[in-house]
């Protein structure tokens, strides 16, 4: 909306002139009716357009300035997406507003305009990856399964209102690890820093849902700032998500050799969606002289060279991709040499 001063001049007898301003926030129609000495005149004014309650409407005490409250106020409505006290219709603060009013703060400019549009030009756009860059824990996960991304912002000697926003696959959960002080916005997994200064990092959890299918999926971003005014796309990550994991089915444990003659003995599990497999050996006594874990299904009996000729009990361990375990019985093995 365009919104102005307007005078009325009012001049009964041509004794006396008085003139008075006016701002007009909202659209609507309006009838102003000024009298002095008897004499009145009345004026129907039409404003267009959409609402002009901010920045005003955040200036509490009336000084025509955004006070550090004032701003502060501003981002907790934008972190909550709350309302705007004092705006009919209800105004909600979005990005390119909070941008704007960060501007205004820093630079601690009259509020004498609305906020219609964006009037700050950028000084860079599309993909900066040496301005922000995105770093993976991992690049393959499965369903159901969480990882960690790091993003680091190079701030140099300042930034003032530095606004970043990730954006996930549908259904993606975002859990923060470390904000490094900034504002954030759990329903828009946007963070905001008030100044930032040098190597900005932070760190966030994501959960990939459960019934996630098999793909390649990009995780993006953008990068904005009031002082200097700065919006840039941040260079993609892609993640793969791997089909849902075997079922563990253990078929059968054997050991290589009986009786154990050499240090070339093995134990193998048969079976499929196995990932790990543990090997414990006991004494008759109970104690424990072999303890070994490996991936796969196949765990080398190296210490059958150090043990003495006798009989001992063996258990075997199989931890399965999709998280199940087995375990089988206690049996018995010979070492003889």
């Given at each position: 909306?365009?919104?102005?001063?307007?005078?009325?001049?009012?001049?009964p007898q041509g004794r006396r002139e008085a003139s008075f301003s006016f701002l007009f926030q909202?659209?609507?129609?309006?009838?102003?009716?000024?009298?002095?000495?008897?004499?009145?005149?009345?004026?129907?004014?039409?404003?267009?357009?959409?609402?002009?309650?901010?920045?005003?409407?955040?200036?509490?005490?009336?000084?025509?300035?955004?006070?550090?409250?004032?701003?502060?106020?501003?981002?907790?409505?934008?972190?909550?997406?709350?309302?705007?006290?004092?705006?009919?219709?209800?105004?909600?603060?979005?990005?390119?507003?909070?941008?704007?009013?960060?501007?205004?703060?820093?630079?601690?400019?009259?509020?004498?305009?609305?906020?219609?549009?964006?009037?700050?030009?950028?000084?860079?756009?599309?993909?900066?990856?040496?301005?922000?860059?995105?770093?993976?824990?991992?690049?393959?996960?499965?369903?159901?399964?969480?990882?960690?991304?790091?993003?680091?912002?190079?701030?140099?000697?300042?930034?003032?209102?530095?606004?970043?926003?990730?954006?996930?696959?549908?259904?993606?959960?975002?859990?923060?690890?470390?904000?490094?002080?900034?504002?954030?916005?759990?329903?828009?997994?946007?963070?905001?820093?008030?100044?930032?200064?040098?190597?900005?990092?932070?760190?966030?959890?994501?959960?990939?849902?459960?019934?996630?299918?098999?793909?390649?999926?990009?995780?993006?971003?953008?990068?904005?700032?009031?002082?200097?005014?700065?919006?840039?796309?941040?260079?993609?990550?892609?993640?793969?998500?791997l089909g849902a994991p075997v079922a563990l089915a253990v078929k059968s444990v054997a050991l290589?050799?009986?009786?154990?003659?050499?240090?070339?003995?093995?134990?193998?599990?048969?079976?499929?969606?196995?990932?790990?497999?543990?090997?414990?050996?006991?004494?008759?006594?109970?104690?424990?002289?072999?303890?070994?874990?490996?991936?796969?299904?196949?765990?080398?009996?190296?210490?059958?060279?150090?043990?003495?000729?006798?009989?001992?009990?063996?258990?075997?361990t199989v931890q399965g991709a999709d998280g199940q375990t087995v375990t089988s019985k206690i049996?018995?093995?010979?070492?003889?040499?």
């Amino acid at each position: 909306m365009d919104s102005r001063d307007l005078q009325i001049t009012v001049n009964p007898q041509g004794r006396r002139e008085a003139s008075f301003s006016f701002l007009f926030q909202t659209p609507g129609e309006y009838t102003v009716t000024v009298s002095a000495d008897g004499s009145s005149k009345s004026v129907v004014i039409k404003v267009a357009g959409e609402a002009a309650c901010l920045p005003f409407a955040l200036d509490v005490n009336k000084n025509k300035l955004l006070d550090d409250p004032e701003v502060i106020t501003a981002i907790d409505l934008w972190v909550r997406n709350g309302d705007v006290p004092g705006c009919s219709p209800a105004q909600k603060i979005d990005d390119a507003k909070i941008i704007r009013l960060i501007d205004l703060w820093v630079k601690q400019a009259q509020l004498t305009v609305p906020l219609s549009g964006n009037t700050m030009k950028a000084q860079s756009a599309g993909v900066a990856s040496s301005f922000a860059t995105l770093a993976a824990s991992v690049r393959q996960v499965r369903p159901g399964e969480t990882f960690t991304v790091t993003v680091s912002l190079d701030a140099k000697d300042g930034i003032n209102g530095l606004l970043l926003s990730q954006a996930l696959p549908a259904g993606w959960t975002v859990k923060p690890i470390e904000t490094q002080g900034a504002y954030y916005k759990a329903s828009e997994a946007k963070w905001l820093w008030l100044t930032a200064k040098g190597t900005v990092s932070l760190s966030y959890e994501v959960t990939v849902p459960a019934n996630a299918q098999p793909g390649v999926y990009q995780i993006a971003g953008r990068a904005k700032a009031a002082v200097p005014s700065i919006e840039t796309e941040l260079a993609p990550m892609t993640v793969e998500v791997l089909g849902a994991p075997v079922a563990l089915a253990v078929k059968s444990v054997a050991l290589s050799q009986r009786p154990v003659r050499t240090g070339g003995a093995y134990f193998v599990v048969e079976g499929v969606g196995i990932a790990q497999t543990t090997v414990r050996v006991f004494s008759l006594t109970g104690k424990l002289v072999y303890n070994a874990t490996v991936q796969g299904n196949v765990v080398p009996f190296t210490a059958a060279s150090e043990l003495a000729n006798g009989v001992y009990l063996y258990v075997v361990t199989v931890q399965g991709a999709d998280g199940q375990t087995v375990t089988s019985k206690i049996e018995k093995l010979v070492v003889l040499r």
